[in-house]
């Protein structure tokens, strides 16, 4: 490893993914207290976790229970290999069961906040109080530590809720501390962390940029670099980490593709550049993508073609830019991606993978004539607010609700046209003013208006009867929209977006409310 290498790479933590919608969480967690964490599929073998060179393991809970003969294991040389380890409720049973402890279903189930007695501190609860609330899910309980292993707390039901064995730097807890609810969940990652594996915090958010200045640099010599702007938090922040690397060799495009919401190429044009200087090219492409979903019903092949015809546009962008840049034989070789880290690990980085094709990763054409840039891979939500912040973004970029790439085109249950557009973005467009007048922008994460082309309902307005389409409102509170729950709106607040919609919006006759969490449902209807 040269010299550049090791200032730009990070030892990580591992969070070994059981099928939690938790393992995104602990991985979070561990960066909020200055760590930086990666999330590996349980598969993981020792030779591949020991290749990562890894400060710390964490083992993430999971829906199974670890004495069925299909549930996933953890290959025990991992155990071997001297990292500290810290299992977390199916990974804590993991740990149980593969050092000789015992793991039963009593049929006492154990769900949600929870009390807890400390019974000995050990390293992981030092500093706490002897009896706290923990937050629990889980069927089965270990009955008792591997030899060796000094039990540390005990609930009601759990004789065993949380071990340890400091000299083999191997822990573990039933609860969930990477849950708010577990009043000292944090204390006790960071105990793991700081205490028992000594990891110096280190990750922040000056650090990123410096090491993504780099890499970017690194990775795109003297060529030029497009990107496209979305309007979107993701691409602004991306474009500007880019744009501080290699400044005038990228080129932002920006792509109206008419799924945007009202004013949003004009908010691009004018927030944007004033605050960057970066330069943009705008490309009007309306009527290819229209064309290109014309008839389309099923919400994959949607994806799947605003994917492909986004890139293609960019391809034609570069046809049109490319000889602006031979001219100084700087060619366009780079497209910059938004991707986030949770893109890259729902479309197959771990086990919770495959839930939906997001366009920016599962959508690219095979046929892709870029090589991509994409700063934010490794990056949460919030990670990515703070350091557009850092970067000196404006704040209403910054903290934009998140928008997804196939726009409207997602919102619109049915075919996509344009009346049908029209008509959404004026109802979106309602929603958002009277959310923003209510004070409530900082508190909901989105609200996507959906609107049911394929559903009419009979209505009575004016003095007749009208048969109209109904507009779903889906406002949701979440953290990093893995899990998510419908907003509680005012009624006063409802009962007015209700009527503005319906008096204002021609066509739409029914204003509904989603009042559904995620999971079971996601946030966005395609
Ligand atoms: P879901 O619907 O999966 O959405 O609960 C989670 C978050 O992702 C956004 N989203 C997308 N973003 N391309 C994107 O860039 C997509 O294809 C896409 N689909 C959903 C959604 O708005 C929410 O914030």
């Not at 060179?53 to 083992?59: F, H, R, Y």
């Not at 089965?140 to 759990?158: H, I, K, N, R």
């Not at 605050?275 to 994959?300: H, Y």
């Amino acid at each position: 490893m040269n010299q550049r290498e090791q200032q730009i790479s990070h030892q990580p933590v591992l969070v070994i993914d059981f099928g939690a919608q938790y393992a995104q969480l602990i991985a979070r967690r561990v960066r909020e207290a200055g760590v930086y964490s990666e999330i590996v599929h349980h598969n993981i073998t020792a030779a591949e976790v020991a290749a990562k060179n890894p400060l710390a393991i964490i083992l993430s809970g999971g829906p199974a229970s670890v004495y069925e003969p299909q549930s996933p294991q953890l290959d025990p040389a991992i155990l071997e290999l001297g990292v500290p380890i810290l299992g977390i409720c199916y990974g804590f049973q993991t740990l149980a069961n593969a050092l000789g402890g015992r793991v039963d279903n009593s049929g006492l189930r154990e769900y949600g906040a929870t009390e807890m007695h400390v019974a000995a501190a050990g390293e992981i609860l030092t500093g706490q109080p002897e009896t706290q609330t923990v937050w629990m899910s889980h069927g089965d309980q270990v009955m008792e530590a591997p030899e060796g292993f000094e039990v540390l707390a005990s609930t009601a039901t759990t004789p065993v809720a949380a071990f340890e064995n400091s000299e083999r730097k191997i822990y573990g807890v039933q609860w969930h501390p990477e849950v708010k609810h577990s009043t000292f969940g944090q204390n006790i990652l960071e105990n793991f962390l700081y205490r028992a594996a000594g990891i110096t915090a280190d990750w922040n958010s000056g650090n990123v940029i410096a090491e993504q200045v780099e890499k970017i640099r690194a990775q795109v010599g003297s060529d030029r670099v497009i990107c496209g702007l979305s309007g979107g938090v993701d691409s602004a922040v991306a474009a500007a980490l880019v744009h501080k690397a290699v400044g005038d060799q990228l080129i932002c495009v920006f792509v109206n593709h008419g799924l945007l919401r009202q004013d949003e190429a004009e908010q691009v044009e004018r927030d944007y550049v004033a605050a960057t200087g970066i330069r943009l090219v705008t490309v009007d492409v309306e009527e290819k993508f229209l064309s290109a979903l014309a008839g389309v019903t099923d919400p994959e092949t949607k994806r799947k073609i605003i994917g492909r015809e986004f890139i293609r546009t960019f391809e034609e962008a570069q046809a049109a830019l490319i000889a602006e840049a031979a001219a100084d034989n700087r060619p366009i070789k780079f497209l910059v991606q938004g991707t986030l880290y949770p893109d890259v690990v729902e479309s197959g980085g771990g086990v919770t993978a495959g839930i939906k094709s997001h366009h920016n990763v599962g959508g690219l054409p095979d046929d892709l004539q870029f090589e991509l840039v994409e700063p934010l891979r490794t990056l949460f939500k919030d990670e990515v607010r703070t350091i557009g912040a850092e970067l000196g973004l404006p704040h209403e970029i910054v903290q934009r609700q998140p928008f997804p790439g196939p726009g409207l085109g997602i919102r619109i249950i049915g075919e996509v046209t344009k009346e049908r557009l029209d008509l959404l973005r004026k109802a979106d467009a309602i929603v958002r003013a009277e959310l923003s007048a209510a004070g409530l922008d900082g508190e909901i994460w989105q609200c996507p208006v959906v609107l049911l082309a394929d559903v009419r309902s009979v209505g009575v307005q004016g003095d007749g009867r009208s048969y109209g389409h109904p507009i779903v409102l889906r406002p949701v509170s979440s953290e990093d929209a893995m899990t998510a729950d419908w907003s509680r709106l005012p009624y006063d607040l409802l009962a007015k977006i209700s009527n503005r919609i319906t008096n204002e919006v021609a066509g739409v006759n029914r204003v509904v409310l989603d009042i559904t969490s995620k999971p079971p449902g996601t946030i966005e209807w395609e």
